[in-house]
T-cell receptor
Framework: NAGVTQTPKFRILKIGQSMTLQCTQDMNHNYMYWYRQDPGMGLKLIYYSVGAGITDKGEVPNGYNVSRSTTEDFPLRLELAAPSQTSVYFC???????????FGDGTRLSIL | AQKVTQAQTEISVVEKEDVTLDCVYETRDTTYYLFWYKQPPSGELVFLIRRNSFDEQNEISGRYSWNFQKSTSSFNFTITASQVVDSAVYFCALSEGYGNKLVFGAGTILRVKS
């Protein structure tokens, strides 16, 4: 009964380093999303995907990249980490657009 | 462009009080979806309800109820007889059309004191 699984749960990066946040879902959902949540704020959409091989930008895509080679996985890559990318990152999935999104537990990322 | 406003940053109530969380949205689409999510102190996001733009019926689920009014572009959430376990951040969200992009409000922090 895993749902949406995100790894790692916590990470500290140095400025300029890169890393990949992993996200996998076992619900056979077509749609997947990446959000970031800054302190005291709502979630903002970084990238989303409507199916394997298809990705599109959300509201705040700069500094991030994604790929969707399988239905299950939707990794988010940070290149050249910057302090402004310190945030909590949530991955989500839904069966299709307009359906409720199921969220992972989040990855807390600090860039120092 | 779509926008969600939750004007109440923080609300404090005493247990057993009723509380209403306000949500006002903006969209140019005639087809859209509205959502409420709960984020307890543990940090996960829990889906509470979805409404589409063609269904203005109010909904009740236990102590929770939702009032959707297209005339005022509002989708308010009421908790009756609040409990300490209701303490959380509550987010209202909107997706236009067939819902590829979800826009969240800033959230309302609800503190229920015993």
């Amino acid at each position: 009964n895993a749902g949406v699984t995100q790894t790692p749960k916590f990470r500290i990066l140095k400025i300029g380093q890169s890393m990949t946040l992993q996200c996998t879902q076992d619900m056979n959902h077509n749609y997947m999303y990446w959000y970031r949540q800054d302190p005291g704020m709502g979630l903002k959409l970084i990238y989303y995907s409507v199916g394997a091989g298809i990705t599109d930008k959300g509201e705040v895509p700069n500094g991030y990249n994604v790929s969707r080679s399988t239905t299950e996985d939707f990794p988010l890559r940070l290149e050249l980490a910057a302090p402004s990318q310190t945030s909590v990152y949530f991955c989500a999935s839904s069966l299709q657009g307009g359906q409720p999104q199921h969220f992972g537990d989040g990855t807390r990322l600090s860039i120092l | 462009a779509q926008k969600v406003t939750q004007a109440q940053t923080e609300i404090s109530v005493v247990e057993k009080e009723d509380v209403t969380l306000d949500c006002v949205y903006e969209t140019r689409d005639t087809t859209y979806y509205l959502f409420w999510y709960k984020q307890p102190p543990s940090g996960e996001l829990v889906f509470l309800i979805r409404r589409n733009s063609f269904d203005e019926q109010n909904e009740i689920s236990g102590r929770y109820s939702w009032n959707f009014q297209k005339s005022t572009s509002s989708f308010n959430f009421t908790i009756t007889a609040s409990q300490v376990v209701d303490s959380a951040v509550y987010f209202c969200a909107l997706s236009e059309g067939y819902g590829n992009k979800l826009v969240f409000g800033a959230g309302t922090i609800l503190r229920v004191k015993s």
